[in-house]
């Protein structure tokens, strides 16, 4: 979220929950680390998971979510500390709590510039340490989780395999993961540079990542075969970014439409730019 780069990803069956999955991940947790969701994983397991691993959460939940939570949108209050216990139906079978064992979360209203209002819960009790006022923009940065699958679908067609069998959907998939990767890196390194243009500029420019994996896909053999220098091949590619920028133009909303595509068709797609690969 912070610098494009995947630390760690996993193919799963479209059987497999999301918070099963997102499970799969906490051998990569750090203590301390906080980990940004979308709706769909407050369950007082998952919770429970973080604060036992000592690393904390933000997590959007919707309004009707539980008691607790409706409670907290009819009080009005902006940050409310309250106790979540498991659910009297919970399986406590292989489990270190009971139905009496109680997690304190926080509960942060945040206001849209929509008029609307996002509920979010978190495990950053300190309201001193974190005041209410940084977790919209604290939640924000989320976005880049949606942004980097858009790449990996639109830009990378990840859906688009090689091959039927396990090991060849498996080879693309990380392949594109290891390009998307090796795309930020270069784009990381070139941040300097970049502010230093966009300052006699009368907007500011970022690197166009449509074409930046164009021009990987091009020269990726090369990277990992060619016996003469990499720095040759990296100058090369960062003079190609740095050639093909696009402006950033702030304060762009596009409507969100709910439900538009749970007919399960397939969006036709009508773009202007041709693929990268």
Known sequence: MLNQLVLDSVLENIKTGERESALKHKYHWKEDDLIIYDRGYPSYDFKYEHIKSGVDYLIRVQKNHSRIVSEFISSGKRSLIVDVFPQEKHSFAGKDYNKSTSIKVRLVRVGLSSGETEILMTSLLDSQIYPSDIFKELYFLRWGVETFCDELKNKLKVEY???????????????????????????????EELKAKNRTRKLDYKINTN?????LKNRI???LFKEAPLEEVFKELENLFLQNTIPI????????ESGKYRTGVRPVVLKNQKDAI
């Open 161 to 191: 395999f090689t091959g039927y069998s396990k090991i060849s959907i498996e080879q693309d998939f990380f392949c594109a993961v290891f390009i998307s990767n090796l795309q930020s890196i270069i784009v990381n390194d070139l941040e």
């Open 211 to 215: 074409l930046s994996y164009g021009f």
């Open 221 to 223: 053999l090369e990277l």
């Open 249 to 256: 133009r702030l304060n762009r909303n596009n409507k969100r």
